[in-house]
């Protein structure tokens, strides 16, 4: 187990510290001259990284041993969908492994689980995986933790996949955690860049705390890697003319398709317009003054045939429904094109939506952070602008443009 | 009904940022408090021992000032809580928290029905009641909205899938991990605090669990590593308008025919 050893002769009044500042979790302390690590400690080593040098040491002693990674080949996405209608999640999944896979030269996969979905199966043949698994079982026709657990042990065990990548729905969060706890090996979750290496490890790079840092993670010893990624993280390739790949049916022994749980009743959701979904979108904040406002920005959003949706204080005042907020603890957006109107740029909010392609700012201080992210960006008057922008789209289209 | 909570105590704020330079985090506050979305799986579980009879106990995995969030569940109402905290734990991934908290529940006894919250603001994962429940062998559900029903050793509960929300039941012991916001926490009782104190939480090493074996804990147990952290990329191709109201109107017309959005 590794530890860390301090040199405690070593230490000055100043690099106690120094230390003590370095430590991000305050697991450094000292008592009598003595320093101390404490339990809070999550062997980052930044102190012995970062802080004075000599005092603090890492000591690595036996490590677990690592797998052999060339019994493990290929990366595998989880095919999301209901009753055989793909989440566009899985498209995107399959663009990105492809791109992984072709740098250590792998195959693709796709594990598709339930009830009559050999023609759903089959679409996944566009998107440029080389084989399709699937368990098409009548047992499968619902999400059932247990059983579709099993199904997809069963697929690991017979498949091999060097790395798995799910989408970061409910459903695919509630089923990697207990893959990845099953075959002992690591999670990554909500991943927004992956890289390949040449030994197969996959490099994972996810925010930490609300997203005001990134950590680099990788699984070293183990097989398979698991991570998760949200919806409209990575871009969906465009579907080939003619299909490519195989589908491969799976067996597996019936007990494992026996589950404990029953399903009483299953609601549609309302669909409202989602803007997880628009390709344009006019997002406000607090630059706007009041509710009555609103409309010169919907008649904006109207002309540029957008979806409007808005920062979290806007929610807490109910100008809009949660289901309009974008940030961290809202929707993840990735327009074409999204103007921010009178918004900061939170870093949470920031979050939710720096994929997109085209970000315009509007901001009168010169100084927001929004504009450290956005593409264009035009400080001024919203109250000016926006009026003066709808009046010109208006006539242009009159003149015909 | 025995029901146990796992709790986590969690920085005061996530406004943290690293330094370019030297890469080390920069805290403004080292303040910790109860996970939020602790408070809502403590409050559906007060409600159902309220309900079918019974008792709430928690468990949380931290550093030894983690007691502090299991006294203040204890004085939201909470019969007992055990503190999981071991130099060893240091490190711990996902993996190797469910793991340690899945030794812990068993050290601690049976129970009908385990509670966790959606995720921690820390970690912010949402990962570690899953595989919690996975090392126990207990069926679990995730974004549980409410509990419905408990008869003839079932529980009824709601589901909110992406697209849909399901009621489902399933046999006890099982775990629940529920969203946030599906009901109101109850605050701390101060005639508790004044009653317990801390005098019913009780701290476990990994020399308490079955399996002592260090290898599977902390950072060793951990099969995923941070290799680095760094602050996230700004974007680098930028452009400023400037100018009067009207010219920048006009520009940004310009850019939308440019770009074909009008």
């Known amino acids: 187990m590794p530890y860390l050893h301090i040199k405690q002769d070593r230490i000055t009044e100043q690099a106690l510290k120094q230390l003590i500042d370095v430590c991000p979790f305050g697991a450094i302390g000292a008592e009598g001259g003595k320093l101390y690590i404490d339990s809070s400690c999550r062997m980052c080593k930044l102190c012995v990284k970062k802080g004075p040098p000599g005092i603090i040491e890492y000591i690595e002693e036996a490590q677990k041993k690592s797998v052999d990674k060339s019994e493990w080949k290929g990366i595998a996405v989880y095919a999301d969908h209901r009753s055989g209608h793909i989440h566009n999640v899985t498209y995107e999944l399959i663009g990105k492994a492809r791109e992984l896979a072709d740098v250590c030269g792998v195959p693709v996969y796709a594990l598709m689980a339930g009830s009559d979905i050999k023609a759903a199966a089959r679409k996944l043949l566009y998107y440029g995986v080389d084989k399709v698994f699937v368990y098409d079982y009548p047992e499968l026709a619902e999400f059932k933790i247990d059983i579709y657990t099993n199904v997809f042990e069963d697929f690991i065990i017979k498949v091999k996949p060097s790395s798995i990548l799910v989408g970061a729905t409910n459903l695919g969060r509630t089923l990697a955690p207990r893959l990845a706890a099953r075959f002992h090996t690591g999670l990554t979750a909500d991943c927004t860049k992956l890289e390949m290496r040449n030994n197969t490890d996959l490099v994972q790079i996810r925010p930490a705390f609300g997203g005001n840092i990134m950590a680099q993670i990788v699984t070293p010893r183990h097989r398979p890697q698991f991570c998760t990624v949200r919806y409209k993280i990575f871009s969906a390739p465009t579907p080939t003319k003619t299909p490519a790949g195989d589908i491969i049916y799976m067996r597996i022994n019936e007990k494992r398709l026996k589950s404990v749980y029953e399903i009483v009743n299953t609601e549609e959701k309302m669909k409202e317009g989602d803007i997880s979904d628009a390709d344009v979108i006019v997002a406000v904040g607090r630059g706007l003054k009041s509710k009555a406002d609103l409309s010169m920005i919907e008649e904006l959003a109207g002309l540029l045939g957008a979806q409007l949706a808005c920062t979290r204080p806007l929610i807490e005042c109910s100008w809009f429904g949660p289901k309009q907020q974008i940030g961290l603890s809202g929707r993840t957006v990735k327009p074409k094109l999204i103007i921010t109107v009178g918004i900061s740029g939170s870093v949470q909010f920031a979050a939710g939506m720096q994929g997109s392609d085209c970000i315009i700012a509007i901001n009168c201080d010169p100084a927001a952070s929004i504009f450290d992210i956005a593409h264009y960006g035009i400080c001024g008057d919203l109250y000016e602008i926006v009026p003066k922008l709808t009046q010109h789209i208006r006539e242009g289209r009159a003149n015909g443009l | ?262």
């Open chain 2, 1 to 262: 009904m025995k029901i146990l909570v796992c709790i986590k105590q969690v920085p005061g704020t996530s406004d943290v940022q690293v330094n370019p330079v030297t890469g080390v985090l920069i805290r403004d506050s080292v303040e910790s408090k109860l996970n939020p979305y602790d408070l809502y799986a403590l409050e559906m579980a007060f409600e159902l021992t309220a309900k079918y009879g019974g008792g709430v106990d928690v468990i949380t995995m931290g550093p030894p000032q983690a007691k502090q969030a299991a006294c203040e569940a204890l004085w939201m109402g909470a019969e007992s809580g055990v503190v999981v905290s071991d130099k060893r734990f240091a490190g711990a991934d996902v993996l190797a928290t469910g793991y340690t908290l899945s030794q812990g529940i068993v050290k601690m006894g049976k129970y009908d029905m385990i509670i966790c919250g959606k995720q921690t603001t820390d970690g912010d994962t949402a990962q570690v009641g899953a595989e919690v429940a996975e090392f126990m062998k207990l069926p679990h559900a995730g974004n549980v909205l409410a509990a419905t029903d408990i008869s003839d050793g079932k529980v009824t509960f709601i589901v909110n899938l992406d697209d849909s929300v399901v009621t489902e039941r399933l046999p006890l012991p099982c775990l629940l991990c529920v969203d946030g916001d599906i009901n109101t926490p109850r605050l701390p009782s101060y005639k508790r605090k004044k009653e317990l104190g801390d005098g019913m939480i009780s701290t476990i090493m990994l020399d308490d669990f079955s399996d002592k074996d260090e290898m599977n804990y902390g950072l060793t147990g951990s099969p995923t590593n941070v290799e680095r952290i760094f602050p996230p990329e700004r974007h680098e191709e930028k452009k400023m308008l400037s100018g009067s109201s009207k010219e920048l109107s006009d520009k940004l017309y310009e850019l939308l025919r440019e770009h074909k959005f009008i």
